[in-house]
């Protein structure tokens, strides 16, 4: 193998591995890859449970996992429309355990 072949082969071989990293962290979980474990943001039932309801009034849902969440109805950080503000929010990445 000659200088100039290897350093063809290693160029190769750099630009490959490059493109194989941006490969998989563009199918990575995008949840992962904006640095979160799952979901972001408040979830649909806490809008649905504010329908109908005035800022400030309690309210409450069931979580997928059957938990009833209750809590506050608030202005959203757009101000557009409520959202439950549960009384119990989750510790920042642990979903499943409650403070209490």
């Known amino acids: ?15 490959l ?12 979980d995008p949840a ?3 640095g979160g474990g799952g979901h972001q943001g408040p979830p649909p039932e ?4 504010c329908e109908g309801k005035s800022q400030g009034d309690t309210a ?9 969440v209750t809590g506050t ?4 950080k757009t101000g557009d429309r409520l959202v439950l ?3 119990n929010p989750p510790e920042h990445g642990n979903t499943d ?4």
Request: proline residues 4%.
């Open 97 to 100: 355990e409650r403070k209490n």
């Open 17 to 28: 591995g490059s493109f194989l990293m941006a490969l998989h962290l563009h199918t990575a």
């Open 46 to 49: 806490s809008y649905t449970a």
């Open 1 to 15: 193998m000659t200088i100039v072949s290897f350093k063809k082969s290693w160029k190769s071989a750099l630009v």
């Open 85 to 87: 503000h549960p009384d």
């Open 73 to 76: 109805c608030v202005q959203d």
């Open 60 to 68: 409450s849902f069931e979580s997928p996992r059957g938990d009833t």
């Open 32 to 34: 992962m890859a904006r």
